[in-house]
């Protein structure tokens, strides 16, 4: 019996690829009708025959009998993989995540601080990064989950969105938190506040290393 306790399966799918070289257990991997559903690092994985397993792919590990009594490598242990290598399941440590700047799924750590980013879209902290309007250098600080209309200047009482220099950028733009280049090396480097899509990695794009940035906040 399928435990109710776990989360609900997606839908089992069978597999084609060209069987002609594999083990009996790699094909039934490949062809058998399977669930695979992520438990944090471990999987679930409903089996066609309606038992639901929890296969520990770090470990090398599954609950069947086959991988228990016979310590075979099982065709669950082998659908997971399966199912990570294809990214239809996040592989141990990661989680699916839509992009918070272009909204594209995209995997990240699982305890990755917010706003999740894809790849493309990463800033990361000690990035030297482009001022669009002034040619500027500033290194990134942090990316913060906060919206360029929702974050307030203090010496303006305007928020990011309706100052001047922003004007034509989103709205709702992420607000990335950087100090200018030259000032690196200041006890406190002042720290400004702009909207993603006005900075822009350098085609000398580095990271900052051994030079002390302001704390995250």
């Given amino acids: 019996m399928i435990d109710s306790t776990l989360p609900t399966p997606t839908e089992k799918v069978a597999l084609a690829p060209d069987l002609r070289s594999l083990s009996e257990r790699a094909i039934r991997a490949w062809t058998e009708r399977m669930a695979v559903r992520p438990l944090g690092d471990r999987y679930a994985v409903d089996s066609e025959s309606g038992a639901t397993y929890v296969v520990d792919p770090v470990e090398g590990t599954c609950t069947c009998p086959d991988q228990q009594l016979r310590g075979e490598t099982c065709k669950h242990l082998r659908r997971v993989a399966i199912e990570i290598t294809a990214h239809r399941v996040p592989p141990p440590g990661e989680r ?59 010496e303006t009482g305007r928020t990011i969105a309706d100052h001047a220099t922003n004007d034509g950028y989103p709205a709702d733009d992420l607000v990335v938190e950087a100090v200018y280049l030259g000032a690196l090396g200041q006890e406190q480097p002042r720290r400004y506040s702009f909207p993603y899509s006005r900075l822009e990695p350098t085609d000398d794009a580095a990271i900052v290393d051994g030079v002390p940035l302001p704390a995250e906040r």
């Avoid at 839509?98 to 995997?107: I, K, Q």
């Avoid at 699982?110 to 030297?128: I, M, Q, S, T, W």
């Fill in 96 to 154: 699916r995540a839509d992009c918070a700047a272009c909204g594209t799924e995209t995997l990240v750590d699982r305890d990755a601080a917010e706003p999740p980013l894809c790849p493309a879209c990463d800033l990361e902290r000690g990035e030297v990064v482009l001022d669009r309007e002034t040619g500027d250098r500033l290194v990134v600080v942090r990316v913060a989950p906060d919206r360029a209309d929702e974050v307030t200047i203090p």
